[in-house]
């Protein structure tokens, strides 16, 4: 059978007009006058457009939400029993879950919980998807790595006690006092 041909019509490509000039410069005047606003504030130390990270650190929006995290139980295991469901829900398929079970014989563990960081969006929806509360998205967002392995966050690199695990609540109280 003979390939079906469609021809696309594009518009002929736009030849730069007065709507591109003003455009452009208005780029430069915005350009500009963060340049000043810089320079000149600077000198009087002021210091509007640049954070001195590490020392230094951005007040994050409350609603943020930085890399999903394994909740540890009080008696050191992880609350997961292993269902898959994040798995499953997860976009990117950046989950990689192996269970096994547990000696009691009544529920499984996630003998390998893998996450690809380099992967995650950071949309929650594995958080979502978990019917134990045992992943949950955290405020952590140093997540950084000079290698492509480094960016595979294994089970223990992901389990936070659940006495350290920050909730927005907490930040609302610690930077908001609300
Ligand atoms: S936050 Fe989204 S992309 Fe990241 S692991 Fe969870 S479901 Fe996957
Ligand atoms: S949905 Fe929750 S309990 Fe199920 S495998 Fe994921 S983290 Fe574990």
Not at 20 to 42: E, I, P, Q
Not at 135 to 163: C, F, N
Request: charged share 25%; proline share 6%.
């Amino acid at each position: 059978m003979a390939a079906r041909v469609k021809k696309v019509m594009r518009p002929p490509p736009r030849i730069a007009d007065w709507h591109s000039a003003v455009a452009l410069l208005m780029g430069f005047w915005v350009t500009f006058r963060h340049l000043m606003v810089n320079l000149f504030g600077f000198s009087r130390g002021r210091q509007d457009f640049t954070v001195y990270y590490p020392e230094q650190r951005f007040l994050h929006a409350p609603a943020l939400r930085g890399m999903p995290v394994l909740v540890q139980m009080e008696d050191g295991r992880e609350r997961c029993v292993a269902c898959g469901l994040c798995e499953w829900a997860c976009p990117t398929s950046c989950i990689t879950i192996f269970p096994a079970e547990t000696d009691d014989q009544v529920e499984r563990y996630p003998r390998v919980f893998d996450i690809d960081v380099s992967r995650c969006m950071f949309c929650g929806l594995c958080e979502e998807a978990c019917p134990e509360e045992a992943i949950v998205m955290s405020r952590q967002v140093e997540i950084a790595a000079y290698s492509r392995a480094g960016t595979l966050w294994h089970k223990d690199d992901l389990l936070v006690p659940v006495a350290k695990l920050k909730t927005r609540i907490d930040y609302l109280r610690a930077n908001y006092g609300r």
